[in-house]
């Protein structure tokens, strides 16, 4: 059963407590219980029930902090490479980077993103921190003009919207796991030849 009183023995000392809080929730979810209570979180996290919800605020929240952990994933993963000079290169390498982050653990990853769409109790970030992502893959680089530049400005908000829309198919199990990149790389080449035809 979750949240043995030997688990809490095992937490460091000074561990911040979102962050054991977190790593409970992903503890519960890759052992298959994605409808988790909150009292089976507290438990597994080794704190008191109300912790989660003074830290979170509810289960939604929980899951929208998961997701921006993914998201921050993506980012430090990306920033980690060396990026292709143009902008169509770089944003085909964050599908690649984002698509090898979801595919790390996917039933944990569904779970996360089937969940996300409900609304917590304070206001969601995902559009925004989704945008910041890809808004380093059009990101101006040395060699591109700034009127191209300009002109793809809007694109990493719609490339936010395109692959949460993917991975919306992927984690209703309608997109399988193989289909996830070559749809994902399908919409961004089509948002991206509309702006290069602005």
Not at 28 to 42: P, Q, V, Y
Not at 52 to 60: E, H, I, L, V
Request: proline share 6%; charged share 20%; net charge neutral.
């Amino acid at each position: 059963m979750p949240g043995s009183k030997t688990r809490v023995s095992t937490f460091e000392k000074g561990e911040p407590v979102r962050q054991r809080i977190l790593d409970a929730a992903e503890r519960l979810l890759r052992s298959g219980e994605a409808e988790f209570s909150m009292r089976d979180l507290a438990a597994e996290a080794g704190v008191s029930f109300a912790t989660p919800f003074n830290q979170f605020g509810s289960k939604a929240g929980i899951m929208h902090a998961l997701s921006a952990r993914r998201i921050e994933t993506m980012a430090e993963r990306y920033a980690a490479v060396t990026p292709p000079v143009d902008a169509t290169g770089r944003v085909r390498l964050a599908i690649e980077v984002a698509v090898a982050v979801m595919l790390d653990e996917p039933d944990v990853n569904r779970a996360v993103m089937g969940s996300i769409a409900t609304a917590g109790p304070a206001r969601a970030d995902a559009l925004t921190r989704s945008t910041a992502f890809w808004t380093l893959a059009v990101g101006a680089s040395e060699g591109e003009a700034a009127p191209n530049r300009q002109r793809w400005r809007d694109l990493p908000i719609q490339l936010a919207l395109a692959f949460r829309g993917a991975l919306s198919f992927w984690s209703a199990g309608e997109l399988p796991d193989a289909e996830l990149a070559p749809a994902a790389l399908a919409t961004a080449n089509t948002l991206m030849l509309g702006f290069a035809k602005q």
